[in-house]
């Protein structure tokens, strides 16, 4: 099958044919990938941000039919819809027995052990699964846990941004800050993620949702579908954490990081009521460090670190489901453009331009 390729950082991602092994284990499926979308996350290995084995093949929000199973798997069957999230858990460990299998310990016994035949290779050689995903492939071999069904109902190419953008996004704002009727809430970053953010608050009943980010194209789908109540220009407005205060009665409730740059935690603290909250849901990078007054803390402001929205795929990813069926979460606004495999590098410098939403690759 054909994948994208990354073979180092900072490189062009390389169109390949790439093998796949003919037998499963007993607790993997296999799924004819349908839509992957293009994510900030993908961005940071190719910019060299995160550091991870190469080759390797990036993507981790997918969606896909599943064409077989392994000989344990009982539950998922060919022909079902299923949405591909990076969230691949053990189901044993300490963290998955707490209903949290965001923060599963013990991701290495949903791999292939080594000496095992790779799931993806190119004449013997492996090539990596980003997340244990790689969602840029026509193909995915993946655990069983990788995977949830959907409603058949539910668009494939819509229901990719479930995996990662929706389900982050939505969760960071419902699930892990609780935010809560009357509240009031800014989120600094307005691409697939930061509005969910906002999407996410909005369906809370947040009183106030102020988004920010430099894209005018942006702003406008924070406030016209996505729930924001106010918007900020952070390349028009001096003072990005003043104008936030201003707009919410002294500071906001919560705050939503939503970009992955380090300095724009103390703005998100400087943005922040006293006792105010800052929900750090960017990817920073491997080597980022972050610094703050310390003022802040003697303030009772907090910072709090977000992977994933909590998610549980099997439970929540049916319930975004639901609610887009119902009419009442947006998703199609989020799709700056859908686009073939062959101009992945186009959507990759479409991201990295900060151009659009969702850019969505459509098999």
């Given amino acids: 099958m054909r994948a994208a390729v990354l073979y180092e950082p900072h490189g062009r991602l390389r169109l390949e044919d790439v093998d796949t092994p003919d037998e499963l284990r007993p607790d993997e499926v296999r799924v ?11 961005l940071h290995v190719i910019d060299g941000r995160v ?36 969230v691949v ?68 190419d819509l229901a990719a941004m479930l995996g990662c953008a929706v389900a982050t996004g939505v969760g960071s704002a419902r699930k892990v800050a609780r935010v809560a009727p009357g509240d009031a809430v800014a989120v600094i970053g307005a691409g697939g993620v930061g509005l969910n953010v ?11 949702i102020v988004a920010v980010d430099r894209s005018p194209h942006r702003l406008a789908l924070a406030r016209e579908r996505f729930g924001a109540t106010h918007v900020v220009d952070a390349s028009a407005e001096q003072d990005v954490a003043a104008r936030v205060r201003e707009l919410s009665d002294g500071g906001a409730d919560h705050v939503f990081e939503a970009v992955g740059v380090p300095g724009l935690v103390e703005t998100a603290l400087d943005a ?29 402001k907090g910072v709090h670190g ?56 459509v098999f």
Avoid at 114 to 131: D, F, K, M
């Fill in 89 to 156: 858990f053990c189901g044993r460990c300490r963290m998955c027995r707490a209903g949290q299998p965001a923060m599963c310990q013990d991701r290495e016994a949903t791999m292939r052990a080594p000496g095992e035949e790779p799931r993806l290779s190119i004449a013997g050689r492996e090539v990596h699964q980003w997340t244990n995903i790689a969602g840029f492939a026509e193909e995915m071999v993946l655990h069983r846990n990788a995977v949830t069904v959907i409603d058949e109902r539910m668009p494939l």
């Fill in 272 to 300: 922040a009521v006293r006792g105010g909250s800052v929900w750090a849901v960017g990817v920073f990078g491997d080597a980022a460090r972050i610094d703050f007054p310390a003022s802040h803390l003697h303030s009772g």
């Fill in 51 to 86: 550091v991870r084995p190469m080759p390797v093949v990036l993507g981790h929000e997918a969606s896909g039919v599943v064409t077989q199973v392994g000989s344990a798997v009982a539950d998922v069957r060919p022909g079902d819809h299923v949405v591909a999230c990076f």
């Fill in 32 to 42: 004819r990938t349908a839509a992957v979308g293009l994510c900030h996350s993908d």
């Fill in 306 to 361: 977000v992977r994933a929205g909590s998610l549980e795929p099997q439970g929540d990813i049916p319930r975004l489901v639901e609610e887009y069926l119902r009419g009442s979460l947006e998703l199609e606004a989020l799709v700056g453009e859908r686009m073939p495999l062959e101009d992945i590098n186009r959507g990759i410098e479409a991201l990295t331009a900060g151009a659009g939403a969702r850019t969505l690759v």
């Fill in 198 to 208: 906002c999407q996410g608050a909005a369906l809370a009943g947040a009183g106030i």
